[in-house]
């Protein structure tokens, strides 16, 4: 029963983020070169993911967890949300393209959280098995890369999200066959503050709690630089297939994935984010380093891409077994929903917003042949803050008491 449970889930993280990673990655290159925003508008148009994670959390509190189990509400999101995916390509303006985004991010989004909380729900050891499950979301952000590129050739173009939101509607079928969830927080004695997920803010009255969300927080401002950047800058760089080659960043997000129980059990949680940490402060100094080493330029970006695996399984996926750790089976879905809200609504929104100034601030007056931004200024910034952010969480975080099973 164990073994299907966990088939089923890796098909539905693979499929999540298929999702994710059809339109993500190139659509700050579509939205640039195709349709001609500004960095501003390109840096805001990211941070439509972000207002969908700030709104998420209170519609999963006030429907989901209250009224409906999770498989049947991810069901409809996907549907829905692939039907939005279809009329994001009629809109050509920003005024019409960046409502429609957010509208759609509103549906994507709680996805992730209330994903992550049914498979943590389902699974005998999450510890263990949790990040194996999510070796398929590595393996579907690949798969993105690939068809886009190789099938479709389409990075600068709008067939990304026709793409999206087939997979959207897929996927949306799919969850029907996701083990039964019901919604946790029902009955007479539940208040409003569990119904909006608010019963989590008592994990911050732990003071290296409070110091771990502070840090995600911290540290999403400078890395969503790379998420905003990446793929136009590699495009500036003359790459072609683009999608496809920052793909690689899955390969090793495999790789470590597999290896995160192993370094969770031998290191625990503050040395395993703190190597995360570290690997984003290295990723930014690398990219920056690159734009004045001819010689090395492109083993320099081949390097960021490929620390992908460290950046994100020891930050983000550490993060969110460290909070599932911490907290209690009632308030389960309401933690996860709070460090969506951190790594993907609040901390994406600065972030994005001043990637997106950074890149505008950073136009040439006049493009040196293929480039059209100074790309060290933009990578410098976020390298010093990623450091910054590691020296705070070093100092201040204190690993958790392991707990004695009874």
Known sequence: MQKQIRIKLAIFMFLQYLIWGSWYVSMGTYLSKTLQFSGEQIGLAYG?????????????????????????????????????????????????????????????????????????????????????VKTLSAVGWIAAGILLSFAFEGELSAVQFYVAGTISILFGLFCLTLPHTPPMKTGKDVSMGEILGLDALALLKKPSFAIFIGCMFLICIPLYFYFVNMNLFVIELGWTRSAAKMSLAQVSDILFLILLPLMLRSFGYKKTIFIGILAWATRYFLLAGSVDSASMQTTFVFAAILLHGVCYDFLFIAGQLYVDEEANERIRGAAQGLIAFILWGLGAFVGTHLAGVSQAVHTLEQAAGTMAHDWQGIWIYPAWGSLAVLIIFLIFFREPEKKVKA
Request: glycine fraction near 8%.
């Open 48 to 132: 439509a993911f972000a207002i969908g994670a700030m709104i998420a959390p209170f519609f999963v509190g006030l429907i989901a967890d209250r009224y409906f189990a999770s498989e049947k509400i991810l069901a409809f999101l996907g549907i829905f949300g692939g039907l939005l995916l279809f009329l994001l390509p009629e809109m050509t303006t920003f005024g019409s393209f960046y409502p429609m985004l957010i509208l759609y991010c509103c549906t994507y989004v709680p996805t992730l959280a209330l994903g992550n909380s049914v498979s943590l729900h389902h699974l005998e050891n999450p510890k263990r098995d949790f990040p194996l």
